[in-house]
């Protein structure tokens, strides 16, 4: 096994990145094998195990980086400023749920049976630290919000999750059927957010 120095390893670990979301946006993760990705990066397969135990690592690691790219745009976008009013939040509800949509690598999401197989195949903590991370973006931002007046004073936990699992809803579309679907995720931003935000004219002074 040949040894690499610290910026040779920077340098696989990176091209493994970029043509390893290529490639699983291109063709999915099913169809995407391990001997795709190091002839796409140029090592030998026995090389990408030591960066990675399996391809779905590798993909997980993609989408915790997508996530985290979108949580800072959305950040920027919604919560930088003042407090938000019921349209603005629900516009932030319903870019989440475009966003999803609408990207290619995260859309492969709603396949509930290439979810259940990812996450199967990832060990247990690797998930756990994806849900600290949401937790740990979203808590300052909802305090925030409770500080300003403008979210209610409800458990900040509770609303974190009340936000994941909203999201997580989203993505049972082949469940709640394509006829409703649209109907019902906007009935669940009008509620989320009646019952979360307080409009600024109601703030008191």
């Given at each position: 096994m040949p040894?690499?120095?610290?910026q040779e390893k920077v340098k696989i670990r990176l091209d493994l990145q970029q043509k390893g979301k290529h490639l699983f946006t291109v063709f999915g993760l099913k169809k995407t094998s391990i001997a795709d990705?190091?002839?796409a990066a140029g090592i030998a397969q026995g090389t990408f195990y030591l960066f990675y135990s399996s391809k779905e690592e590798l993909y997980f690691e993609l989408l915790e980086q997508e996530e985290e790219t979108i949580r800072g745009?959305?950040?920027?976008?919604?919560?930088?400023?003042?407090?938000?009013?019921r349209e603005r939040f629900k516009q932030f509800l319903r870019e989440?749920?475009?966003?999803?949509?609408?990207n290619p690598f995260l859309r492969q999401l709603y396949d509930e049976e290439f979810a259940e197989s990812l996450f199967r195949k990832l060990p247990a903590?690797?998930?756990?630290?994806?849900?600290?991370?949401?937790a740990d973006d979203l808590l300052p931002v909802i305090k925030k919000g409770q500080?300003?007046?403008?979210?209610?004073?409800?458990?900040?936990?509770?609303?974190?999750?009340?936000?994941?699992?909203?999201?997580?809803?989203?993505l049972q579309k082949h469940l709640i059927g394509d006829k409703h679907?649209?109907?019902?995720?906007?009935?669940?931003?009008?509620?989320i957010t009646d019952g979360l935000i307080i409009?600024?004219?109601?703030?008191?002074?």
């Open positions: 040894r690499f120095n610290e990705l190091t002839k745009q959305m950040a920027e976008t919604y919560f930088n400023g003042g407090p938000l009013s989440s749920l475009a966003v999803l949509e609408s903590d690797k998930l756990e630290n994806n849900f600290t991370k949401d500080q300003q007046g403008w979210i209610k004073p409800q458990n900040p936990e509770v609303i974190v999750s009340m936000i994941r699992s909203f999201i997580l809803l989203s679907y649209r109907d019902t995720m906007n009935l669940f931003i009008d509620l409009e600024t004219k109601e703030i008191e002074p």
